[in-house]
């Protein structure tokens, strides 16, 4: 227990060092319209070079950051980022970016947002902003009040993880989503599970319903694809489309790939 609490110490001290010396990167997970495999945006992703240990994956210092109270500097470093990245991208292209529940507690996330969008110059409308039900769970009126704020910015607000939580149904109707995210674990058994079929199927009519578009995480093979087609999903990511890219990669796709490289 006390050697992992010296690492745990360490990795923070490390991260602190980190977020102010340029060891982050992002990656970006290209997103495409089921329908016709055009590109619509991407998912903005932190990684941490580290410069002994390699590459560290988010689930390693995400909870040591909103731990440590590092999670809003480690933050503003990924939405300013992302947003000035996505600034120089067609206009028909978007950007995701993950907010901690923590946002919403503390860090003028409205503040925080506006500022970003006035210094990269980005539409507002082409950020979209992915929090968890948790969000909800722990002050659903503050969160509400800070969506709607965020709402009258301009950017669209997705719900992350669908289908994991409790209340998410009534959290839907009430709340300003634009969209929602099946989790990747309803992907995992697709092939060979109908449960898991009908439940995809249903969380797409459900967000037709509300006028949500509904976007399927882990797509990794040709019949995860071939069955969301047949459900009308809107869209898609997974390693199957492609991997997360470096900015580098990211943009080479973007200009040579083409509009229709999942069809």
């Given at each position: 227990?006390n050697?992992?609490?010296?690492?745990?110490?360490?990795?923070?001290s490390?991260?602190?060092?980190?977020?102010?010396?340029?060891?982050?990167?992002?990656?970006?997970?290209?997103?495409?319209?089921i329908?016709?495999?055009?590109?619509?945006?991407?998912e903005?992703?932190?990684?941490?070079?580290?410069?002994?240990?390699g590459?560290?994956?988010?689930?390693?210092?995400?909870?040591?950051?909103?731990?440590?109270?590092?999670?809003?500097?480690?933050?503003?470093?990924v939405?300013?980022?992302?947003?000035?990245?996505?600034?120089?991208?067609?206009?028909?292209?978007?950007?995701?970016?993950?907010?901690s529940?923590?946002?919403?507690?503390?860090g003028?996330?409205i503040?925080?947002?506006?500022?970003?969008?006035?210094?990269?110059?980005?539409?507002?409308?082409?950020v979209?902003?992915?929090?968890?039900?948790?969000?909800?769970?722990?002050?659903?009126?503050?969160?509400?009040?800070?969506?709607?704020?965020?709402?009258?910015?301009?950017?669209?607000i997705s719900?992350?993880d669908?289908?994991t939580?409790?209340?998410?149904?009534?959290?839907?109707?009430e709340?300003?989503?634009?969209?929602?995210?099946?989790?990747?674990?309803f992907?995992?058994?697709?092939?060979?599970?109908?449960d898991?079929k009908?439940i995809?199927?249903?969380?797409?009519g459900?967000?037709?319903?509300?006028?949500?578009t509904?976007?399927?995480?882990g797509i990794?093979?040709?019949?995860?694809?071939r069955?969301?087609?047949?459900?009308?999903c809107?869209?898609?990511?997974?390693?199957?489309?492609?991997?997360p890219l470096?900015?580098?990669?990211?943009?080479?796709?973007v200009?040579?790939?083409?509009?229709k490289?999942?069809?």
């Amino acid at each position: 227990m006390n050697a992992r609490i010296i690492e745990r110490r360490r990795l923070e001290s490390d991260l602190r060092y980190a977020i102010k010396h340029g060891e982050l990167r992002l990656h970006f997970q290209p997103r495409y319209r089921i329908a016709d495999g055009q590109m619509v945006g991407a998912e903005a992703l932190v990684r941490w070079q580290h410069p002994v240990r390699g590459l560290i994956p988010p689930d390693t210092f995400i909870p040591i950051a909103e731990e440590s109270g590092l999670i809003l500097a480690l933050s503003n470093w990924v939405i300013n980022t992302a947003c000035n990245c996505a600034a120089q991208w067609p206009n028909s292209l978007f950007v995701s970016i993950n907010l901690s529940p923590i946002e919403f507690r503390q860090g003028n996330l409205i503040e925080r947002i506006q500022q970003t969008l006035h210094d990269s110059g980005i539409d507002p409308a082409r950020v979209e902003l992915e929090i968890t039900e948790s969000v909800m769970l722990e002050d659903a009126a503050g969160a509400l009040e800070v969506m709607r704020t965020l709402k009258r910015l301009g950017v669209r607000i997705s719900m992350d993880d669908f289908g994991t939580g409790y209340s998410s149904l009534s959290y839907l109707r009430e709340f300003p989503f634009d969209g929602l995210k099946i989790d990747r674990s309803f992907l995992s058994r697709l092939v060979e599970s109908e449960d898991d079929k009908a439940i995809v199927q249903a969380i797409v009519g459900l967000g037709r319903a509300l006028s949500l578009t509904v976007t399927a995480e882990g797509i990794e093979t040709a019949e995860h694809l071939r069955l969301l087609k047949a459900v009308s999903c809107d869209e898609g990511q997974g390693y199957y489309l492609s991997r997360p890219l470096e900015i580098g990669a990211f943009n080479a796709l973007v200009e040579h790939a083409g509009a229709k490289s999942i069809v």
